[in-house]
Nanobody
């Protein structure tokens, strides 16, 4: 059974930082591209950041470039999203996703597995 379990969300003031983690089980983690998406109330789910199976190629949404960093530890089967300089508009439920042999790009339909989501709330 495949599971992606996010953690690390919470409430933070604008300008603050959070680190999200996503622990995978039931998959050969090192063969999957991983990504983070987010969905704010009343909005479509959108791509935040992604990376390929080795972590050598990374992609970011323009809105988070320079503030967020995605990384992975294949030994721990975990992907991370370090978020800094947070803004109220970053408030959303954050989801991790896995794509077998993928590139980690923004194509939502490429991802076979999804986590349950972690709420991030940024207060002004």
């Amino acid at each position: 059974q495949v599971q992606l379990v996010e953690s690390g969300g919470g409430l933070v003031q604008a300008g603050g930082s959070l680190r999200l983690s996503c622990a995978a089980s039931g998959i050969v983690f090192s063969t999957y591209a991983m990504a983070w998406f987010r969905q704010a109330p009343g909005k479509e789910r959108e791509f935040v950041a992604g990376l390929n199976s080795s972590g050598g190629s990374r992609y970011y949404a323009e809105s988070v470039k320079g503030r967020f960093t995605i990384s992975r530890d294949n030994g721990k089967k975990t992907v991370y999203l370090q978020m800094s300089s947070l803004r109220p508009e970053d408030t959303a439920v954050y989801y991790c996703a896995a794509d077998l042999w993928g590139l980690g790009t923004a194509v939502l339909t490429s991802y076979e597995y999804w986590g349950q989501g972690s709420q991030v709330t940024v207060s002004s």
